[in-house]
């Protein structure tokens, strides 16, 4: 998820019906198409992010040019689902947010990639390669990656006599050693807030904390459509994050694109961000550091992964070009790493993950020292992707709410017990 990793959902209503009674997905294309033209890309990035990436294909590939349209990030989900449901073959290849896979695929609004799966399952991580699959078929194609770090404020720490967390992933602090070196950050005067989340209100970064503690995904079932929010490890997690907020910790009404600021004017000793943040906040004129994503004690370390995949519109009648620039821009490593020239986010090739990953520790001078051996232990070791289910884009706006209501000072046992009740009702249109 760069910083939007979790997209911003379609209406529930516009959703009913689209599960597993009828319609499994798009069949594989049978026409290819001219074998020369334009290639339609969408996406909600600037037009500069994908510019490398596009001229390095064409330059590849004389005869073929690729025309990018941005669609903005709060509008990317409904414009696309209306959009493909009405089989506009003006869209060829488009951006995919992972966890949507499963629905768009059953929707049919994604052409079947299986015969690419032998190359998928050797160029990309294990979790990259689950999540693009939906009934045993491959349906998008892996672009970038994510992780998740703790950045701390050495000044604050300095000044609390606090010792920073260490780089080392095996030596990573605890949720509860984050939380008491906050206070004293807040207690010396060093700073206004101990703890904040870059995604306060976000499965994609809340996701760690329950499945830190033993709770799952949230998401059970063999049809991955039961609720599972009321676990132990969902209520112990939650009922500490709702505290975050209540002792002031961390702080309520702030959210959106202006919570990186917080962690940048120096409001905050801890900050919980992604590999973006690396360079966002190398203008900072604080001194800061980065760390591994904490876990609770006896808990397990769990980080989140994932990020934007692309796929192909069924409905696009150039299906051989819209193919090969799939395949350039995630198959081929040097394809993949131009797509990452110009913004700060993980290539999710393998091959080009080993050449991007090293030059992380210098993003921002040494302040961003240990980003790339972080990240390549995380990736390893602690990822675990969001769930898969034709019903997550429901899910995450069912969560989403809730995470909003615990912030806020709703009990957490209670909310967690309606998210149960909302889930199980939108869910049973589509089992």
């Not at 995630?330 to 394809?335: C, E, H, K, R």
């Not at 986010?345 to 921002?364: G, R």
């Amino acid at each position: 998820m760069k910083r939007l990793l979790p997209a911003v959902v379609v209406a529930v209503a516009a959703l009913a019906g689209c599960g597993g009674s009828s319609d499994s997905g798009a069949p594989a294309a049978t026409d290819n198409g001219p074998q020369t033209g334009t290639v339609t890309f969408t996406g909600t990035d600037n037009a500069e992010t994908y510019q490398p990436v596009i001229k390095a294909f064409e330059a590849k590939n004389p005869g073929i040019k690729v025309a990018y349209t941005q669609i903005p990030f709060d509008q990317f989900n409904a414009t696309m689902q209306q959009r493909l449901s009405a089989k506009d073959s003006g869209i060829d290849v488009y951006t995919v947010d992972e966890p949507r896979v499963s629905q768009l695929a059953a929707k049919g609004f994604l052409t079947d990639l299986s015969d690419l799966d032998g190359q998928v399952k050797t160029k990309f991580s294990a979790a990259a390669y689950k999540t693009n699959h939906f009934r045993d078929k491959l349906w998008s194609l892996p672009m970038w990656n994510s992780t998740q770090f703790l950045f701390y404020n050495k000044t604050a720490l300095a000044k609390a006599k606090v010792t920073p967390p260490t780089a080392d992933p095996q030596q990573r602090w605890t949720w509860e050693q984050v939380e008491a070196a906050g206070r004293k950050a807040m207690q010396s005067g060093g700073t206004k807030y101990g703890l904040f989340m870059e995604q306060p209100e976000a499965y994609y970064q809340l996701q760690p904390l329950a499945e830190s503690l033993g709770g799952s995904s949230g998401i059970e079932g063999d049809d991955a459509l039961t609720p599972a929010v009321e676990t132990d490890g969902w209520k112990k997690a939650m009922q500490w994050y709702g505290a975050t907020f209540a002792s002031g910790l961390s702080p309520r009404g702030i959210g959106g694109f202006q919570t990186g600021p917080v962690f940048a004017n120096g409001q905050v000793a801890f900050f919980v961000g992604g590999p973006w943040d690396l360079k966002i906040f190398g203008s900072s004129k604080i001194d800061w550091g980065v760390a591994p994503l904490p876990y609770f004690e006896g808990g397990k370390p769990v980080t989140p992964t994932g990020s934007w995949s692309l796929g192909i519109n069924p409905a696009s009648k150039q299906q051989g070009m819209a193919r090969k620039f799939l395949e350039f821009a995630t198959l081929d490593a040097a394809g993949n790493l131009a797509t990452t020239s110009t913004t700060t986010i993980i290539p999710a090739n393998l091959e080009a993950q080993k050449q991007y990953t090293p030059k992380m520790d210098a993003f921002s001078g040494t302040k961003t020292a240990g980003a790339a051996a972080i990240t390549a232990y995380e990736s390893e070791h602690t990822a675990v992707s969001r769930p898969v289910s034709v019903g997550y884009i429901q899910f995450e706006e069912v969560m989403g709410k809730a995470f909003a209501d615990i912030r806020n000072g709703t009990n957490p046992d209670t909310r967690l017990q309606e998210a149960t009740r909302q889930l199980t009702d939108a869910w049973k249109s589509i089992k």
